[in-house]
């Protein structure tokens, strides 16, 4: 009986696969379901799965043409057939058993993160849309190969064999690249742009001009309202009042300033420097008892629980200074504008520290620096130990740092023997210090010095610990002991652990308070208490506040 033309098509297909890429890539598909850092969503399941076996089938067609290069013997007719059938059989097996399995991986996680557990992993729709996923990966690769063959074709023409195949495989990975990170990436990122150009200059409802001669944007102030952005017009507007912070903290009672200056509010860097500088002597912010310069995330946001749980603690004594960089997720930032947010961050600081330092020293505020995520790695790059040898600031909180932080990544890689690398202990302690959710700022023998830096960071927390070298060895924070908040199942595989942590950054953000890349306010407060030491709390009143303020509402960053 004579099979219809889609079947000898199908046939042809099934022909055409190679049975060890078919192996890998089922095995890499079915670790890729095993659980890693945060909860997954079901989109971002599908897309590492697909993308694990086709990685998986990638890796068995080089093995496959290795072997054939070093001519090795090979099965060929019927033996191969039933060989590619068997092994099929085997691959298919092994999709099941481990597909059945997601729900109860991505549970071990939920269950740390306090989540409700998932019912189902939804297998059959998760395995059907991974093949779609690696069918598209599958043909781009295929059509490139064609390309490749094309141009290796007529190479031979004018050149020696092994010169045109050589020739063809570099002009053809030329022109992938090409594609991939030129045309395709820029109009991603023009699409992107114009999409967070938008929402940034959206003005919400209840975001009006505030009345207040001390607020950034009221009738007084150096910088229009409308020209702070939306996050600028958030962080502003969300400034607690001294009667609100009255009826929790002890002691003398101010009104907490803040200014922020938005990428419209002036035309340059420099200019936006020099404007935040004139608008915190304005209102008097040289005179408060604390002066942090906050580096935002890519879209201009600033976590409020960072910045409200130090105003709360010091009794509204506090004034903090921000400039916006970018209206990009920190992810495109850093793609687009890579060198923005540094250099932002340092014009600030500069113009800032400048004034501060010809203060005298008794009679200006205590200086500190902060930034979560990229606003945490610009932060660091903002200013220049060398430059404040003389006359340094009192230090610096950064929460969430990533993973290419320079500074983070020397500290933690000379971090004590014996302590792990996701709370490193660096040396006595007496400068640089780490936290998670249990604390451990105050765990230490030997006096935090005049100079402070604290790192705030979740083991779970995907952005920080993200290691490009997970493609080929474990990363050391794997080991035991494990952080609080990182499964127990949680194992490392060579190129597929490295898929899932850079899937895992994609959900960063939409873990629960307290886990992966989203911080809780009290583990702000219980930091910023011991780096800064504010005077009037006991335990009873410490706890009263941590009971009150909570968790903040946490926009999107």
Partial sequence: MMQSRPARLGYRFWLSLS???????TLFFAISLSPSLVPRPFALQVGIAGTALALGYGMGVFLTWLW????????????????????????????????????????????????????TGRPISTALLALLVFAVLLAAARFFRWIKRQIVGQSRRIMPPRVALVFGATVTLFLFWSI???????????????????????????????????????????????????????FISSTPTASDIGQLAPGRI???LRVYVGLN??????????????????????????????????????????VTSLEYLHG???????????????????????EFGAETSAALFEVVYEHWRSLPSDQRPRLFLHGLSLGALNSERSADLW????????????????FRSETWQWVTARRQVDSP????????????????QHGGLEDFDTDWGPFRIAYLQYASDPITFFEPTAFYREPAWMREPRGPDVADRLRWYPMVTFLQLAADIAAADNAPIGYGHTYATEHYLDTWYHLTEPHGWDAATLERLRQAIGDLNQADN
């Avoid at 049975?19 to 890539?25: F, K, N, Q, V, Y």
């Avoid at 004139?278 to 629980?305: C, N, Q, S």
């Avoid at 506090?318 to 687009?336: G, I, K, M, T």
């Avoid at 430059?387 to 969430?400: C, E, H, K, Q, T």
């Fill in 180 to 234: 991939a990170s030129g045309v395709l990436a820029r109009l991603a990122l023009n699409s992107f742009d114009a999409s967070f150009q938008q929402l940034d200059m959206v003005i919400e409802s209840e975001d009006g001009p505030p009345s207040a001669d001390w607020a950034s944007g009221s009738p007084a102030s150096l910088i229009d309202w409308e020209s702070l952005g939306r996050q600028g017009r958030r």
């Fill in 421 to 436: 690398a996701w709370l490193p202990r660096f040396r006595d302690g007496s400068v640089i210090r780490f936290a998670n």
């Fill in 254 to 256: 101010q009104q907490p």
């Fill in 19 to 25: 049975t060890p890429g078919l192996l890998l890539g």
């Fill in 387 to 402: 430059d404040m040898v003389a006359d340094p600031i009192d230090g610096a909180l950064w929460s969430g740092p990533p």
């Fill in 68 to 119: 054939r290069f070093m001519e090795l013997p090979q099965a060929h007719g019927h033996p191969r057939r039933w060989l590619k059938l068997g092994f099929g059989l085997l691959s298919l097996g092994v999709a099941i058993g481990f597909v059945a399995r997601t729900a109860a991986w991505q549970n071990d996680v939920r269950l740390i993160m306090n989540l409700p557990p998932l019912e």
């Fill in 265 to 306: 509010s002036a035309e340059d860097i420099r200019e936006r420097a020099e404007l935040a500088l004139a608008e915190l002597l304005r209102i008097g912010a040289f005179e408060r008892e604390l002066l942090v310069v906050v580096t935002p995330t890519g879209t201009g946001w600033i976590d409020p629980g960072a």
């Fill in 316 to 338: 509204g004594r506090v004034a903090s200074v921000a400039v916006q960089y970018s209206y990009l997720p920190s992810w495109l930032s850093l793609l687009a504008q890579p």
